[in-house]
């Protein structure tokens, strides 16, 4: 029913941007909420940042004020642009679409961010 692919992800200095994108393929319905979870080794999957049917916007403590979510309806798009980016930030980043009957989740990117 729908596919989400993930891109964006690869290797910042720290202090630098990155921007992920998680587009859907296929059919097109309302969801309750998009966005990304992340998970580095040895911890556990935090939500970082989501953005519901109505346009609210959440993000995680550790992130807000650096990163952003959006989307473009056009596109079935949503964006997360990342910056001021930490070695903190370093994780698998998998988009997620939250639907009243399932959720769906993309392939996943990794973010590395290192000198």
């Known amino acids: 029913q729908v596919q989400l692919v993930e891109s964006g992800g690869g290797l910042v200095q720290p202090g630098g941007s990155l921007r992920l994108s998680c587009a859907a393929s296929?059919?097109?319905?309302?969801?309750?909420?998009m966005g990304w979870y992340r998970q580095a080794p040895g911890k556990l999957r935090e939500l970082v940042a989501a953005?519901?049917?109505?346009?609210?916007?959440n993000y995680a403590d550790s992130v807000k004020g650096r990163f952003t979510i959006s989307r473009d309806n056009g596109k079935n798009t949503v964006y997360l642009q990342m910056g001021s980016l930490r070695p903190e930030d370093t994780a698998g980043y998998y988009c997620?679409?939250?639907?009243?009957?399932?959720?769906?989740w993309g392939q996943g990117t990794q973010v590395t961010v290192s000198s």
């Open positions: 997620y679409a939250d639907f009243s009957w399932d959720t769906y």
């Open positions: 296929g059919s097109i319905f309302r969801f309750n909420a």
């Open positions: 953005i519901t049917s109505g346009g609210s916007t």
